[in-house]
């Protein structure tokens, strides 16, 4: 199975279990973040990403550069528990 039939499998087993509200308000939300404009401004597969400096959990800063030069590096984004 491709990436992107697990996504769909995925997709579609969220939403089975979302009342029709819910579902409504989701693809409200989705349309108004394309109506916005931002789907344009998201980075293209193979675009290098900008550099950065974030503090970590211990509260050092930690530059991408840096971390580039030890090697690939992977950006996970947690959005919290909502």
């Not at 029709?20 to 789907?39: D, K, N, Q």
């Not at 293209?44 to 930690?62: C, D, E, S, W």
């Given at each position: ?14 939403q089975?279990g979302?009342?029709p509200?819910?579902?409504a308000?989701?693809?409200r939300?989705t ?5 916005s ?25 930690v ?5 580039l030069q030890r090697?690939?590096?992977v950006?996970?984004?947690?959005r919290g528990?909502w």
């Amino acid at each position: 199975m491709s990436l992107q039939e697990k996504l769909n499998a995925h997709k579609a087993k969220s939403q089975a279990g979302r009342s029709p509200e819910i579902a409504a308000t989701f693809r409200r939300a989705t349309e108004e973040l394309r109506a916005s404009g931002i789907v344009e401004l998201v980075l293209k597969i193979g675009t290098a990403a900008p550099r950065f400096a974030l503090l970590n959990a211990q509260g050092t800063t930690v530059s991408s550069a840096d971390l580039l030069q030890r090697g690939p590096l992977v950006l996970s984004f947690y959005r919290g528990h909502w």
